[in-house]
């Protein structure tokens, strides 16, 4: 999370366990979670729209759902 705070401002994943493996608030980028049945293409292309809509709204050292 250090690095990718570095150059972006929101980190987009499927891992359901980040939360648990890090401690988000001490991090300066928004992190969305995207919550679908695989990290497959054809499963996680339904939600681009909703994705897309997601980013400008997440807020940095915040998780946003996605798909919930």
Partial sequence: MALAQAEFDVF????????????L???SIAVIL????????QDLLPLLPELLEAI???????????GA
């Fill in 25 to 27: 608030p001490k991090f």
């Fill in 12 to 23: 987009v994943t499927v891992d359901k366990n980040l939360s648990f493996q890090q401690h």
């Fill in 34 to 41: 995207i919550h679908c049945k695989s990290n497959r293409v």
């Fill in 56 to 66: 400008p709204k997440a807020l940095k050292s915040q998780v946003l759902h996605v």
